[in-house]
């Protein structure tokens, strides 16, 4: 009895730090800026005039204000066709980056997995290893590499493939370079983790039976990656939308994000309330592709069962 008792506390706690976790440092945050989205701006320190103080007011107090919350900073978003631009752009930017991201990491993951196992961990280290320096190093290494006298147009001119320097830094192209370069092992390492786990013999049967090895890798070996494709292209999406240092350092004024534009709505204009609605607006945006992530891996891990 007393280890049946020990079993459920075990189950318990395993199951209440991550939803504590989640509370502390997820919900009760966005339930602090959902607040301030809800604020009228001031001049003044803080930068806002709260709708309601739970601890002034209480429980029936805040109840009666909440009641007359406006949409006002909401409706202004959708009035201002920079937000709009700038989350279609976000959109449409981290969508081209997700699909060139899948096209150069599934050929790495693939010749990972079909590489021989005692090489197998070494080149796992490889993809690995750009974490073990500064994410903001690696951007500003970009600077460098990108710009009119940097190292990139030195050498294509030494080389002479061309003759006049490359105009790629502050523009998109270098924010794609960035984020493909940034976001690259997100990509690699769930397919890698899928393509690891396939069954050669799959591919043996089907040679066998006078299948091609291109034919049999678009019917066997990449339906059953289908998982990691979805992993991989889910966890450079989303971050991606939102990206902020990527764009800030090597696209130019045209290069229209929504973390850029949130961060200069925050720390130029000063303007709390509206830049709180554009991250909850953000994060609902965001939310579908979450969703759909979270109903694929329960079907999978259902079917594995």
Known sequence: MAEKKDTNWQKLIEIGVPFVWLIVLFLVPFFI???ISFSTALIAQPPYQPVFDFFVDGVAGTIEKIKGFTLDNYAFLFSDPLYINSYLSSLRIAAISTVLLLLIGYPI????????????PMLLMMVILPFWTSFLIRVYAWI???KPEGLLSGLLIWLGVIETPLAIMNTEKAVFIGIVYSYLPFMVLPLYASLEKLDNTLLEA?????????????QITLPLSIPGVIAGCMLCFIPAVGEFVIPDLLGGSDTLMIGRTLWNEFFLNRDWPVSAAVAVLLLLVLVIPIVFYQNFQQRQLEADR
Not at 109 to 120: C, D, F, L, Q
Not at 206 to 215: E, Q, T, V, W
Request: aromatic share 10%; charged share 20%; hydrophobic share 50%.
């Open 33 to 35: 800026v959902a607040k």
């Open 109 to 120: 993951a693939y010749g990972m997995a079909r590489a021989p196992k005692s090489i197998r």
């Open 144 to 146: 460098g590499i990108l």
């Open 206 to 218: 089907a040679a066998d039976l006078g299948s091609p090895p291109i034919k049999a890798f678009w």
